[in-house]
Structures are given as C-alpha cells and as structure tokens.
C-alpha cells in the first residue's frame, strides 16, 4: 500500500516575481486556498497519510500553514468564520507532515532523491503542486488523479508517471514519453527525453506532475548524472527504470492546470471560482 506522498517544494518560483520573492510559490492561492493544500487534498483522497514536504530557505510558510495558529484560532473561536478554517483542520487530522532541506538546487531528480530519508524503501507518490489536478465528474468515475494512480499501481507495481497529450510546440517544456499503448489509456515506456525540442520529442505525450515510484528510483539517483539544464532529472532516472523493468505513463481522467504558468494560474482560478464558490 502507498502511504507516503513526496512534495518537491524548493524551488524559487521565478515566473512569478515579485509574489514569490519572500512568499513560497506553493502558497499562491487559487481563489483562497494555496496550491500546496489542493495538492496534499489529492493525496489524503488516494488513500495517503504520510505527507513528505522537501523545502528550502525561505518557505517556512509551507510548515506554519499545516499547523495550528493558537493566536488566530483563539480570535476567531466561536464566530462563523471558524468555518473556513475547517478543511485545514480536517487535514491536520488525517495526515501527517515531515520535512527536509534541499540546501542546493540540483534539479527535481536530486529534490526527490533529497527526499528519500522521508520515504525510505517503499514506493511512494510524488506531487508537483504547481501541476494543479482536479477531478472531473464528465470525464471519468470522479476520483483524482492520483486515486487513479494508486489504483493503477495495485495492478501493475511499478513507477507510474502521469501524461496528457500537449501541442507539439509546448513539449519544450515537459519530459515527453513514447512507449507501447497496453491499455487505451497506459503506454508501457520504450523513450523518455525531458524538455526535448519539437522535432527531437518522440511523440507528444507529456508528462505532468504526479508520479507513482518504486524505491530503487533512489539508487538510480544517485548514480544520474546532470542532464538538461544541468540539472539531475528524475526522467533520465526514469528511463533507466524503463529499460531495465517496466515504467507506465497513463493518461489520466480529470483536468490539469499549469499552475506554473501565469496564463494557467488565471485559468485554474476561474475554474474553480466558478465550480466551488
Ligand atoms: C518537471 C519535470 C518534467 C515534467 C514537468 C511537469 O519539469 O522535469 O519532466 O514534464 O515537471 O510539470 P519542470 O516543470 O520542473 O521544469
């Protein structure tokens, strides 16, 4: 059973200066909640308990907002603005939080290898809240995405990346998979490129933030060497994991926003005004 979800959450926010100059990028609400709580929501609905939370300097904001504020609750208690504060507790109720520093940024293979004491030797999930998932009642049975991948994992056994078909001018921007289609909506890996460029992308299938990983991905880590960017890529890792067993990319149900992006960010907003306020 996968208990534990990883949150990469080091990383600068740079796209969105000056919001992110002093606040973690993972804070940024949609509407009023932070990215990172709709991300842990989609864990604790998988079935997970166990939230693993690599940060960095600057992002203590992240650990204050999983815990209790005696100050605030005191303030607010017994007024009907208590309400808000409910799905936050809810939280803090059905999970648990631990955290580690990544002290350099190396790059998200290195964030989740930086992860592992959290993790030790168990397959885990690995969020990136900035991909913002949301279940969609029109398209599929109504779980999240990574219900779905857990689901998926139960069957299979074996790391699970998360893909969703991108215009072939934006696979610049995403590791991209090719790989055998087993099921209509599972491809068994055969290639694995991050951030290729339009004519080198072996198809268009890219992956998002969400990945299920078997325990062995950490030894793979740690002898990747730095690929695009010179960063240690968790795909390159990935592909090792392919060649030698078997790594899926499933093309999940429900919607993705790129939460990264200040276009996908304004898209996420009005969705979810419209659909939960
Ligand atoms: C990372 C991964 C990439 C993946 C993307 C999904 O890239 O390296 O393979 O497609 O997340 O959001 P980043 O967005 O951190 O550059």
Redesign the pocket.
Known sequence: MIKKCLFPAAGYGTRFLPATKSMPKEMLPVVNKPLIQYGVEEAIEAGLSNMAIVTGRGKRAMEDHFDVSYELEHQIEGSDKELHLEGIRNIMESCTFSYTRQIEMKG?GHAILTGEPLIGDEAFAVV?AD?LCLADEDDGDGDGVLAQMVKLYKQFRCSIVAVEEVPMEEVH???VIKGEMIRDDIFQVSEMV?KPATEDAPSNL????RYILTPDIFDILRETTPGVGGEI???DALMKQAKEGCVLGYKFKGKRFDC?SIAGFIDATNYCFKKFY
């Open positions: 998200l990136l991909d921007k995403y590791g991050e890219a992956i998002i933030g890529q968790i795909t990264g």
